[in-house]
């Protein structure tokens, strides 16, 4: 292909691959598209230790980075410490998991609490460690990011993207300075909205083209999408390209785990869910008995915010993917991830390269039929 959005990032097809799996980021990178590391997991010295191996086996070719920076977490601004945030945490909701572990037969112990990812707090940090490696693109979810990414991107000719989940939100990110907007739909893995990715990209593109000089953002499809055809599709609507990241967690080189990685090739599109049980803010994921403990099911419990909800279900959740891989049958209930209703379609695992390939041959193959349509 040879598109805008191709010559601006140096790549030949425009996928671009979040995963927080550095293999896939340089698998995806390597066959052509356009890798991102999700960085906000690692601490500074293991990002610094990822993005040394992928400038390693990606041999210059470009790939990005995506650092969570929350514009709304709770204690923002405050410098609270790890305690500090922990003491916020009620013990309604600490014996609630000790119970909902306990009712699937695994044996309590004491509910460990985590430091958080998506308080914010490390985004700067992160920022400055990726600044260190050649990428080609930074990115950040939930909400604007923050002036200091945009202003490094400005500095340094780097462009920043964001993701947004209604027109509303486009609007502002293009009026803050972002380079380039993923448009994701409901259907999406983690964190999304309410609105369908066919009805979002129209919205979007229509919104920010009324603003002096959206025309010149591109607007990515997300939400969904995990094969060529539906790449297609969007960009039949106007999208520059697809944005993805439930279809890399099946490939052989993801970092999901062996028993929920079955469960997703298991599953339909009916089998996932929106929940803030996770993070504190809905996000989509294999629907599990974990995800139907909080609310809004009947009977459930209802949420912390962010960060306070990650900071006692990662522990917990770390766990049960352990015991799941064990064998034991009630943490294999609760087992739950982050994947779109893309699950659907995801049947084998694969080579992260292969997917990409595959992701061309549909493309060409539905680009020939809606050329087909027209009459010469």
Not at 350 to 376: C, H, M, Q, W
Request: a negative charge; one cysteine or more.
């Amino acid at each position: 292909m040879k598109t805008q959005i191709c010559d601006q990032f140096g790549i030949e097809f425009p996928l671009f691959a979040f995963s927080h799996c550095r293999d896939v980021v340089a698998a995806v990178t390597n066959a052509g598209g356009f890798g991102v590391l999700g960085g906000v997991a690692f601490r500074p010295d293991q990002l610094e230790q990822e993005l040394c191996w992928i400038d390693d086996h990606v041999g210059g070719k470009p790939y990005g980075v995506d650092i969570i920076v929350p514009a709304k977490f709770e204690g923002k601004g405050e410098n609270l410490s790890r305690e500090q945030l922990a003491e916020r945490i009620p013990a309604e909701h600490r014996d609630f998991i000790n119970q909902l572990l306990a009712d699937h037969d695994i044996e309590v112990e004491e509910l460990r609490v985590a430091s958080s990812a998506l308080s914010g707090d490390t985004g700067q940090s992160l920022l400055e460690v990726s600044l260190n490696h050649p990428i080609k693109m930074m990115a950040n979810a939930l909400g604007v990011p923050p002036d200091y990414m945009i202003a490094a991107g400005k500095e340094r000719g780097i462009p920043v993207a964001a993701l947004v989940g209604a027109k509303e939100h486009a609007i502002k990110q293009v009026q803050a300075g972002v380079d380039l907007i993923v448009a994701q739909g409901t259907e999406a893995g983690g964190h999304c909205g309410e609105v369908s990715t066919l009805v979002l990209i129209p919205e979007v593109l229509d919104a920010i083209a009324e603003i002096p000089g959206g025309r010149d953002v591109p607007v990515l499809a997300a939400g969904g999408i995990v094969t060529g055809r539906q790449m297609a599709a969007c960009v039949a609507m106007g999208a520059a390209g697809a944005w993805t990241g439930s279809v890399w967690l099946t490939t052989e080189e993801a970092e999901t785990e062996p028993h929920t990685k079955q469960k997703m090739l298991a599953a339909s599109s009916r089998d996932t869910v929106r929940s803030a049980g996770r993070t504190g803010k809905p996000s989509r994921q294999l629907r599990s008995d974990w995800t139907d403990a909080w609310a809004p099911n009947p009977g459930g419990r209802q949420p912390l915010g962010l960060p306070l909800q990650a900071m006692i279900a990662e522990p917990a959740l770390r766990r049960i993917d352990r015991l799941a891989g064990n064998g034991h049958p009630g943490a294999q209930a609760l087992a739950t991830y982050f994947v779109g209703q893309g699950v659907g379609l995801m049947n084998k695992i694969k080579p992260a390269r292969e997917v990409v390939l595959e992701f061309i041959e549909d493309y060409v193959a539905a680009a020939e039929r809606l050329s087909g349509t027209l009459e010469e």
